[in-house]
């Protein structure tokens, strides 16, 4: 079977074309919220169920989202269901992310933190980052108490490292080399 970012890629792109035509924003959180519901297993074993139509699954997924959706997000949803991806949701997500911070271009960063970050740090951090990052970023926090202190930045396939536990590791390598 092919991977699913591989599956997933057409549906991405075609989603993203289409969504450009309005608001891409509020298509994104729709997607978000289908793609989080998609990664229950129970969900995928019902949608499996030979016995399930594709308009129960959908309906079921709608009301599992939690919110309304376009019409062209449904008709999206629908393709998806017929064609038997809706694993492939979760990385169309996804992809659809980086499409549209590609072109407004943003990127994703995800702020590991130690301590609760307050609104005010927060800013000064992001404006930090983009400096070094040279574009703008959409910064979410993750609390991880292992890193002591500091924080772990993790941008695309990019990191910057400055927690304690990491400058820990590097004072290790350098004692014991």
Request: charged residues 25%; without cysteine.
């Amino acid at each position: 079977m092919a991977e699913l970012a591989t599956l997933a890629r057409p549906y991405a792109d075609a989603l993203f074309q289409v969504a450009r035509q309005g608001d891409v924003a509020a298509w994104g959180r729709q997607i978000d919220a289908l793609a989080a519901v998609a990664v229950d297993a129970d969900l995928r074993a019902f949608a499996e169920n030979p016995k399930v139509t594709v308009s129960q699954v959908e309906e079921v997924l709608l009301a599992a989202s939690g919110q309304g959706v376009d019409d062209g997000v449904r008709n999206f949803l629908r393709v998806l269901l017929d064609n038997g991806r809706l694993a492939a949701l979760p990385e169309v997500a996804a992809q659809f992310r980086a499409l549209v911070n590609a072109s407004s271009g943003a990127a994703d960063a995800v702020i590991h933190s130690a301590f609760a970050i307050d609104d005010g740090q927060l800013a000064d951090l992001v404006a930090t980052l983009e400096q070094r990052f040279g574009r703008k970023l959409n910064a979410s926090v993750v609390l991880d108490p292992e890193l002591i202190g500091g924080v772990r930045v993790v941008v695309g396939d990019q990191v910057l490292d400055t927690s304690v536990r990491a400058r820990l590791e590097r004072m290790k390598v350098t004692l014991t080399a």
